[in-house]
């Protein structure tokens, strides 16, 4: 059993090591749904929801598949859990926000290959969280990529404005943006373990 | 640059490589492009692990084509590669654990890699066995090119070495940021800018070739 304390997971998961710029995962959307604030700090509620279910599950199935033994089954077990979970955030998008459903357009269907969502269900098992820790890993990495998300969007409303030499743009002045963020991110190295 | 005279076998195989290469042209994958490619040694290995998870899958799918329903299909392919991405995951444990430790979870984590999806989605649902082995064959080799050169200007700049072996003289300072989080993004966005200056000159050298 894992003893850190939950606020310390929370913070670790939210900051220190924020999941989209020190553990590179779910560059996919970071990258793809991050031209305006509103749609990015929806895109980042989505994530953070299907996080949340996704988490909870993979607990629950990791203790299942020890009992009856077949810990090799985890991947696939997990993927089609994360897949469901998405299919139901979908339909519930388009009925409630159809105009939300159209400005995230193919990257809802894609969280399912969102590896932060996989990711987030790995780690957790791998630390042996117990499942309260686990909640709070799963909402701090959903406040952590909902952040970079939302900081990214940000500085790219303003980038559309600034006279940008044409062969750095598009996805290479994207990538010099996020080295830069990622690097002021760690200055919050100080503040947890690991 | 589509030669209409090519085979069109090398053609599946060559577009992957370069005019449709899946880092650097389609941005795919990019999450374990940049977190595995801080050094060269590992930036091939994932490489090769995930072309070998693709050719699988591509594989599979295109011999499944017609038996699996258009409305399962992605959890359909999702299953199928996650299986083969299981068995990676168990072979390389097996092979050598220093390496399944330095990779972690991003072999896990092909299963997450929205190139093999799509590359299912798009090409081995449509074409027949033997053009989605080249497809994927293709894609695979372009993919690992693309991890080898962040991986070993990574290690190169960051360490001072390659594959392990010290390459700079002693007094080379190595630039640390090379090896954290950040240099990943800004490795892959000069190459991004390198190779689009190229391409540009070599829009400008055709079109000055074509008005003589």
């Known amino acids: 059993m894992n003893e850190q304390p939950i606020w310390s997971i929370f913070v670790n998961a939210a900051l220190v090591n924020n999941f989209v710029l020190a553990y590179f995962l779910g560059i996919c959307p970071f990258l793809g749904v991050s031209q305006k604030v509103a749609t990015a700090a929806r895109m980042g509620g989505a994530v953070m929801f299907v996080m949340l279910v996704s988490s909870v599950c993979a607990f629950g199935i990791h203790h299942v598949l020890l009992a009856i033994g077949t810990p090799f089954l985890e991947l696939i077990a997990f993927i089609t859990v994360i897949a469901s979970t998405v299919q139901l955030v979908e339909m519930i998008i388009r009925k409630f926000s159809p105009a939300l459903f159209r400005a995230l357009g193919i990257f809802l269907p894609l969280i399912t290959t969102n590896c932060a969502i996989l990711g987030l269900a790995l780690f957790q098992t791998n630390r042996e969280y117990d499942f309260v820790q686990c909640l709070a890993y799963a909402l701090g990495a959903g406040v952590g990529f909902t952040l970079a998300l939302v900081l990214m969007a940000g ?40 | 640059m589509t030669n209409p005279e090519t085979p069109s076998s090398t053609n599946e195989f060559m577009k992957g490589l370069w005019r449709e290469n899946p880092v650097f042209v389609q941005v795919l994958g990019m999450c374990p492009v940049l977190a595995v490619s801080n050094t060269a040694m590992n930036a091939l290995a994932m490489g090769l692990a995930t072309a070998f998870v693709l050719l699988m899958s591509n594989l599979l ?40 430790k330095a990779l972690g979870a991003f072999i896990s984590l092909i299963v997450a890699n929205c190139l093999i999806l799509g590359r299912a989605e798009a090409f081995a649902s449509k074409n027949g066995v033997g053009n989605a082995a080249l497809d994927a064959l293709g894609m695979g080799a372009g993919f690992t090119l693309a991890l080898f050169c962040l991986g070993a200007v990574r290690e190169l700049l960051g360490a001072g070495s390659l594959f392990g072996f010290a390459v700079l003289p002693g007094g080379f300072e190595p630039w640390i940021v090379m090896i954290l989080p950040s240099g990943g993004f800004f490795t892959l966005a000069f190459w991004l800018i390198a190779i689009r200056i190229f391409e540009r000159r070599r829009e400008r050298r055709q079109t000055a070739e074509a008005l003589q």
């Open chain 2, 61 to 100: 799918v295109s011999l499944l084509r017609d038996f699996i329903p258009r409305q399962v299909r992605i959890a359909s392919y999702i299953l199928i590669i996650a299986t083969f991405v299981t068995l990676t995951d168990y072979a390389i444990e097996a092979i050598s654990l220093d390496l399944h």
């Open chain 1, 155 to 194: 500085i790219r409303e303003k980038l559309t404005l600034a006279p940008v030499p044409d062969v750095v743009e598009g996805t290479a002045s994207a990538l010099l943006v996020a080295g830069i963020l990622s690097l002021t991110f760690m200055g919050f190295a100080g503040l947890g373990a690991q």
